[in-house]
């Protein structure tokens, strides 16, 4: 005779027969938020294990990132799975930094004597940062615009 899990089970009936994924798909904006917060957690843990188990000087939460970009890339999770929480984290984003600018704060008398290395350093750096973020914005508009106007010029024939 088989038993149902039911039978066996400790837990109330409506807990054994409630479908998680059907939860999660009809789920109210915290149950979205949570799932999708452990998603992006999950690969933040495959990230520290790469970074554990491989000899590379790499941190870990560029493995996270890595490894995330490629299951959207080769669609192991749609972005719609992530994209909620994403924008929220992106959102909050500077609020993050306050603790590491609290930081320097605290340390600033011992900065002082390199501040003129900082400042050599950081100048140039942010420099090449906005140029290299320019142009790369310009040749994927540019690209953009000749994708457009060559089907234009498909459409017009």
Request: with cysteine.
């Amino acid at each position: 005779m088989q038993q149902s899990l039911s039978d066996i089970a400790v837990a109330p009936p409506e807990v054994l027969d409630y479908n998680f994924d059907l939860a999660v798909r009809q789920g109210g904006f915290f149950t979205n938020y949570l799932f999708q917060f452990a998603r992006i957690l999950a690969f933040c843990f495959l990230g520290e294990v790469c970074h554990a188990v491989l000899p590379l000087p790499v941190p870990a939460s560029v493995y996270g990132l890595v490894l995330l970009l490629l299951a959207l890339n080769f669609r192991l999770i749609r972005l719609e799975d992530v994209k909620e929480v994403g924008v929220f984290l992106t959102g909050i984003f500077p609020l993050l930094f306050v603790p590491a600018a609290a930081g320097v704060m605290e340390l600033w008398a011992e900065m002082g004597e390199m501040l003129l290395p900082i400042i050599i350093a950081i100048i140039p750096v942010t420099v090449l940062v906005m140029v290299t973020a320019g142009k790369t914005t310009q040749a994927l508009t540019s690209r953009k615009k000749n994708k457009e106007t060559a089907a234009n010029d498909g459409i017009a024939e």
